[in-house]
């Protein structure tokens, strides 16, 4: 099964990059995390809708075919480590791959926020985005070994 992390932005610290790599790296062949990286969209003259507009071209773009759109907002529901392991055990009997996406700094495009099939919240807090990214690896990677019965979750 391949879960899809679609993100807007390109250019973040190291330490992102290589928290994202360390989790998707410990996934095995049956669940897959990949990243897509969405460049930003150009923001000149202080209003952003043209450059959302331009990255939720960019995402939809990105998505796996009939994938399962998961949209990560704050105002989303949250769940445990185990309510994310069932999720996802109900992707695979569904035999959809899981897109989820994160959005830039002003949030995902309208458009697309209203074609996900769910709206997940990691926290009742606004996260920077690059954190999200990192927090989102380690929380489905959690979920999976959850799913095989693997003791890196001890709840």
Same mark, same amino acid.
């Given at each position: 099964?391949? #879960?899809?992390? =679609?993100?807007? *932005?390109?250019?973040?610290? @190291? ?5 994202? /790599?360390?989790?998707?790296? !410990? ?7 990949? #990243?897509?990286? =969405?460049?930003? *969209?150009?923001?000149?003259? @202080? ?5 959302? /507009?331009?990255?939720?071209? !960019? ?25 994310? /392991? ?70």
């Amino acid at each position: 099964m391949l #879960l899809r992390l =679609i993100a807007a *932005g390109t250019k973040l610290p @190291g330490w992102v990059n290589e928290g994202f /790599a360390d989790y998707a790296g !410990r996934f095995t062949s049956d669940y897959r995390l990949e #990243l897509k990286e =969405i460049p930003l *969209g150009q923001r000149s003259g @202080g209003n952003p809708v043209q450059a959302i /507009a331009k990255e939720g071209e !960019r995402m939809r773009a990105a998505l796996p075919p009939r994938a399962y759109i998961v949209a990560l907002q704050v105002t989303g529901k949250s769940m445990t480590s185990e309510q994310l /392991a069932k999720f996802l055990q109900a992707r695979a009997q569904d035999g959809r791959d899981v897109a989820f996406l994160i959005g830039g700094p002003d949030g995902i495009a309208p458009e697309l926020d209203a074609d996900a099939d769910f709206r997940w919240s990691l926290s009742a807090l606004t996260l920077p985005h690059a954190l999200a990214r990192v927090m989102v690896a380690e929380a489905l990677y959690r979920a999976v070994m959850i799913v095989k019965g693997h003791p890196y979750h001890r709840a």
